[in-house]
């Protein structure tokens, strides 16, 4: 028998032949990955405040300031997206950095000093604060079954309320020089600043432990169907525990990356922090009902918040519009996540949002492709 007839018993007889896809549906395709669409936002949003103000924002310096400002956030959003991609939140982050960075300041000035020693001592302490409330989250969250928004909400009122108790409510401005100048203000490689170098390390570390591992793996099964993942022999209390200890553990991290660039605890400025790397993290890609996201979404979505109010405070206005768009953006965002469920719980293609100009008629079906 002729491979010809082969080929048409196989296809059938009067089938066209595939055809490799155009151009233009590579293109739309590739305009509908969600990772895509956050960058496209970001570089949208980028280049109006460089058309509005070409003379002040596309600078190198501003640049360097907003790449800055977003870097403790990203160290805050990388634990967060872990949290969240099982299914759960963390509100704590904003006071559990606030309370690291207290308890970091107290014990390096009880030893006294300007070194490196004392420098590690404090970074040490900060790790180790951080760690135990997200321990404290995991425990009362995988053990006793009490809903992760109860926790941390309770725990966010905890750290910040023991703050203000330890400090009567006034900021301390105690870290070494080694630390504010070298870390806080020091650069590498002419102006990359070193406090971006530390969170971008920090984050590949996390994303390769998320996206690379095993222990990764996991965390996206429990978020997709935990009781499946008992069923197939997954420790999910565990699990779930060393989620919420790592995002602590990052939080603590965060916290005295935050007193060596404010040179403050700054107790009364992280009472949207937690919101604010929330947004980033949904913004980003990674669902509100687990089971789905990335570092990279999440980075990116964190930067647009902090072009916003870059560009505002720039433009003169007032930078509390930031809040206004971010909230705006943030509903739109989980509206995207809720319509791709949808459609992809109905059986359809979960590929977000098309750009029209990028659509056509000939888009294959769901048969067809």
């Not at 103000?53 to 956030?73: D, H």
């Not at 920090?202 to 793996?217: A, C, D, E, F, K």
């Amino acid at each position: 028998m002729s491979s010809v007839a082969t080929e048409t018993r196989t296809t059938g007889a009067g089938a066209p032949k595939p055809s490799a896809p155009s151009g233009r549906k590579r293109i739309a395709k590739l305009f509908a990955t969600q990772q895509l669409q956050i960058v496209f936002v970001l570089l949208v949003i980028y280049a109006i405040f460089a058309i509005m103000r070409p003379e002040t924002f596309p600078t190198l310096y501003n640049l360097r300031g907003i790449v800055v400002n977003t870097s403790i956030l990203a160290v805050l959003g990388a634990g967060m997206t872990l949290v969240i991609i099982t299914g759960g939140i963390d509100l704590s982050v904003g006071s559990v950095l606030v309370f690291s960075g207290v308890i970091a300041s107290k014990t390096m000035v009880a030893a006294g000093g300007q070194g490196w020693g004392v420098a590690a001592l404090g970074v040490v302490v900060a790790c180790a604060c951080g760690l135990g409330w997200g321990l404290l989250n995991g425990v009362l969250i995988a053990k006793l079954n009490i809903p992760p928004l109860i926790v941390t909400l309770g725990t966010l009122g905890m750290a910040l309320g023991f703050s203000q108790i330890i400090t009567k409510g006034v900021d301390l401005r105690d870290a070494p020089d080694v630390l504010v100048n070298n870390i806080g203000f020091g650069n590498v490689f002419g102006q990359v600043p070193w406090i971006s170098v530390i969170a971008l390390v920090v984050v590949i570390l996390v994303g390769i432990l998320l996206h690379r591992s095993r222990w990764g793996l996991h965390v996206f099964a429990i978020g997709s169907n935990a009781e499946a993942g008992r069923r197939v022999g997954l420790k999910v209390d565990r699990q779930l525990i060393g989620v919420y200890a790592l995002a602590g553990l990052l939080a603590g991290f965060a916290g005295i990356l935050n007193l060596v660039f404010y040179q403050s605890t700054t107790i009364g400025g992280q009472t949207q922090t937690n919101l604010n790397v929330i947004a980033g993290v949904v913004i980003g890609g990674t669902s509100l009902f687990g089971g789905v996201g990335t570092i990279f979404g999440t980075i990116i979505g964190l930067f647009i918040p902090a072009v916003l109010q870059n560009g505002f405070v720039i433009l003169g206005v007032q930078p509390f519009w930031q809040q206004v768009v971010v909230g705006a953006v943030l509903i739109a965002a989980v509206y995207a996540d809720q319509t791709r469920r949808a459609r992809a719980l109905r059986g359809g293609h979960s590929r977000g949002f098309r750009f029209p100009f990028l659509s056509s008629r000939s888009t294959p079906t769901k048969e067809q492709s």
